[in-house]
């Protein structure tokens, strides 16, 4: 068992997953949210399950998604304020250059905060994957930054029972997103105290970021609040199973939550478009769990003792032999 830290998932792991050439899914999954629940209890130790704004949470439903989860003895500990499947967001939402599309943008995070509130939900992840911009000269870099962390400051304050994250990506849907890489949520976070940062380990990987680094660096920040667990080629955000493509730099991701003291949750985002979700997760609980179990066998003293040796070859038989098993 991975023990300390909490392990989740997002809802459409779940569901009948659709992408832009087969709109309809590719079958399997659940229809209904019981449906999706039901799924997930079938992944042993699965702790609790992330929810979107709107799609599966609202005004008119919220008491009755509390009851299914309650009765499931599942948790909610992630809702995200949806800023980027409607049209009105197409221009941006927090650093939108319209000033009433930006107060939209706050009133739907402070909406979003008080259903978590109401759910016991920790905290809301603000996505700004809007906020960007695909053509030179399209975009008032200073005016836009000003704005993200007026709106996010704003949003803060909302509501003490709820922390506000930001996530970061390099882009999609936008080419290049504002809030790109651990540097820039770091800078742009500066002196917002009240608000945390999620990682997302595919979003590093997309940005040809080392993710351990950018876990290290957020732990040294205080910002490191919340992780999303994914895996990708490298040039896009695919959302593949935990370990199918970047095996060594997930162990090295490992190492170093456990030596930041990282407690937080490790929630799924992935998207299986042609697997069965629920083997899908499972895999990924497995390997999560592997990994962890990887690093205990050799020992934090041991790699700690060979990354200040800082010798590659040392840190190659290191890497062999905390895998020998680490599948089984």
Known sequence: MIGIHQFGA??????NCADRYCLGGYGGGGTTMEEMLDLALQVEGLDGLELVGNWHVNNENIRSVAGMFRDRGLKIPMLVP???TQAKW???SLAAPDAGTR???VAEVQKVMDWAAELECPCVDVWPGQDGFDYCFQADYIESWKWLREGLAQCAKHNGAVKVL??????EPRTHCFVDHVGTVLFLLKDLEDVGVLLDVGH???????VACAAALLAQHGKLNYLHLNDNHGDWDEDLMVGSVHLVALL???YWLKRVDYKGWLTLDIFPYREDGVKAARECKAWTESLFA????IGMDRIGAVIAGADACEASALVRSALAGAGG
């Open 166 to 171: 930001v996530e970061y990506k390099p882009r």
């Open 10 to 15: 997002c809802l459409p792991t779940f569901g």
């Open 103 to 105: 107060r939209a943008a």
């Open 294 to 297: 990887a690093v205990e066998r």
């Open 90 to 92: 197409g221009k941006g």
């Open 82 to 84: 949806d800023l980027w």
């Open 252 to 254: 090295e991701l490992v």
């Open 204 to 210: 590093a990987m997309q940005g040809a970021e080392n």
